[in-house]
């Protein structure tokens, strides 16, 4: 099991910057992969940034160039700077953690954030 506890949500205008950031109650070095989903209302989750156990990164097309993910695993964190905020980047921000269970992959989730960006 892991628990997931995001922080560093909240409003802010079109352009502007926020950092999101995660913290595993687990050792970061036992987690594969740790990323970050949203969900829009009435839309499903999807995937925003992931960065792997060996730091290999993974992008929404839609938000290259203005997020970074990035994960400390001695203090079990995984975190994403976002920069040039637009207004069709509000939505709730979910912190993901996945690794593998003997055999089986599972996905842990914390309880999601809301980033609300105004025009």
């Known amino acids: 099991q892991v628990q997931l506890v995001e922080s560093g949500g909240g409003l802010v205008q079109a352009g502007g910057s926020l950092r999101l950031s995660c913290v595993a109650s687990?050792?970061?070095?036992?987690?594969?992969?740790m990323g970050w989903y949203r969900q829009a209302p009435g839309k499903q989750r999807d995937l925003v940034a992931v960065?792997?156990?060996?730091?290999?990164?993974n992008y929404a097309d839609s938000v290259k160039g203005r997020f970074t993910i990035s994960r400390d695993n001695t203090k079990n964190t995984v975190s994403l700077q976002m920069n040039s905020l637009k207004p069709e980047d509000t939505a709730v921000y979910y912190c993901?953690?996945?690794?593998?269970?003997?055999?089986?992959?599972?996905?842990?989730w914390g309880q999601g954030t809301q980033v609300t960006v105004s025009s």
């Open positions: 993901n953690a996945g690794m593998w269970d003997m055999d089986t992959w599972r996905d842990y």
């Open positions: 687990r050792s970061g070095f036992s987690i594969t992969t």
């Open positions: 960065v792997s156990s060996g730091s290999r990164t």
